[in-house]
């Protein structure tokens, strides 16, 4: 396993949660990471983006302002810091490294994967 996403769990709309996603086996500090999420029934979708260093942020527009990702390049790790839950945030989350450096928005461009952590969120 290169990427092991962990800290999901069930809270009441309103509340946080704050994933973590640490990597092992190799180091990720030269590719950009995101995090995805696929709901019951539905296709996985982009949430968050973070260039290699840090220096750009991209986001889904309705985790705006409600959601923080992070990343600690000497740790391997990234993070998504997720407040205001929303009973829609519900989904399995998963953490990706991307192909190059910069943020990207697209499925294909991310070529590793974690397992991926349940978020329930409930109203």
């Known amino acids: 396993v290169q990427l092991q996403a962990s800290g999901g769990g069930l809270v009441q709309a309103g509340g946080s949660l704050k994933l973590s996603c640490a990597a092992s086996?190799?180091?990720?500090?030269?590719?950009?990471m995101g995090w995805f999420r696929q709901a019951p029934g539905k296709e996985r979708e982009f949430v968050a983006s973070i260039s290699w260093n840090g220096g750009r942020t991209v986001y889904k527009d309705s985790v705006k302002a409600r959601f923080t990702i992070s990343r600690d390049n000497p740790k391997n790790m990234l993070t998504l810091q997720m407040n205001s839950l929303k009973p829609e945030d519900t989904a399995v989350y998963y953490c990706?490294?991307?192909?190059?450096?910069?943020?990207?928005?697209?499925?294909?461009?991310?070529?590793?994967w974690g397992q991926g952590t349940l978020v329930t969120v409930s109203s």
């Open positions: 990706a490294a991307a192909r190059f450096a910069i943020t990207t928005m697209n499925v294909p461009d991310y070529n590793y």
């Open positions: 086996k190799r180091t990720f500090s030269n590719n950009a």
